[in-house]
């Protein structure tokens, strides 16, 4: 990236141009809102329109498909649901790098699999499109906050100019190397997750049995040596019988399948991860699949 491209792109962040966003799901809506708060216009695009009617009575422009927003937008984000979607907005006939303009920065914040961020950021390069991996973390909370982690792969210059842009959607945000090093990053977080739900479904499961007031437990334990993000945020919704999505246990059997994936290519084998899938894949045979990932505590049920 020349640093000619470089003040184009902070000259469009400055004059608050039009933010193309793709995928307004239960994180997307927020991230976009979030966006528009800080000024910036955007035109968006999602598979079910009805579900974006606030966005639109908010002031987002509408799009009737991925290609009407690669060619009014110079700066692209996408956060969509499974690796075969991020290679079909991306690498369709009518998808992002084969239609949008030469200069166009696209932010792909799906969670997908390494080896396909450097498949889209080498494809993007050949066409003059600038592309970065930038997956999140912090939940249906941190995207509605504008608290998400952010961690981001591609060129620097490319995440330093877009720094403004990411920070009106998350507070911790870190650049962690090469395209792929931001979805390698997040297939880290979601290993530490994986198995740590797994204890707070059996933490809460062991209170109750043990006749003690999980309330109660909770507020030992979560300022302590076994505090979580998931402790605090999501054992409070297990306790009220709130299982609805903050992240969809579909998606995590998909960022897990990746997990391992990468570690077979690796060499490695993780027994936690595998464990943590196995259960998950039983409730989604059960039909819980659109659930949140707290929903894990009806294993024990």
């Given at each position: ?18 933010i ?17 708060k800080?000024g910036?216009p ?27 927003v ?9 956060m ?26 696209l ?58 842009l ?16 931001g ?36 507020k030992?334990i ?12 999501l ?16 998606h ?7 997990v ?37 505590y009806?294993?024990?049920?």
């Amino acid at each position: 990236m020349n640093e000619e491209d470089v003040n184009f792109l902070g000259g469009l962040l400055m004059e608050k141009q039009t933010i193309g966003f793709i995928g307004l799901g239960v994180m997307g809506k927020s991230m976009a809102r979030n966006i528009m708060k800080a000024g910036y216009p955007i035109i968006g695009y999602s598979r079910t329109k009805g579900k974006c009617q606030d966005l639109i009575e908010e002031g987002m422009e509408w799009a009737d498909t991925v290609e009407d927003v690669a060619v009014k937008a110079g700066i692209i984000i996408t956060m969509v649901g499974f690796p075969s979607d991020v290679e079909e907005v991306y690498l369709g006939n009518h998808g992002l790098i084969n239609r949008a303009k030469a200069g166009t920065y696209l932010v792909d914040m799906t969670t997908s699999a390494p080896r396909l961020a450097k498949k889209l950021y080498e494809a993007g390069k050949e066409k003059g499109i600038h592309v970065l991996d930038a997956p999140v973390s912090g939940g249906d909370i941190g995207a509605r906050n504008a608290a998400l982690t952010i961690m981001a792969g591609g060129e620097y210059q490319v995440f330093e100019a877009l720094l403004p842009l990411l920070q009106t959607m998350g507070s911790n945000i870190v650049y962690q190397g090469e395209a792929g090093a931001g979805q390698h990053t997040k297939l880290c977080n979601q290993i530490a997750i994986a198995s740590n739900m797994i204890g707070v479904c059996e933490s809460l499961v062991y209170a109750k049995r043990a006749g003690l007031d999980p309330e109660n437990v909770l507020k030992s334990i979560s300022g302590g040596a076994a505090g979580s993000f998931s402790l605090t945020n999501l054992a409070p919704r297990i306790l009220k019988g709130d299982f609805e999505p903050g992240f969809y246990i579909k998606h995590f059997i998909k960022d897990l399948k990746i997990v391992l994936d990468e570690t077979e290519a690796l060499g490695l084998e993780f027994p936690g991860v595998s464990l943590a899938k196995s259960l998950y894949d039983e409730l989604a045979n059960e039909g819980l699949g659109e659930e949140g990932t707290q929903a894990l505590y009806k294993y024990w049920k």
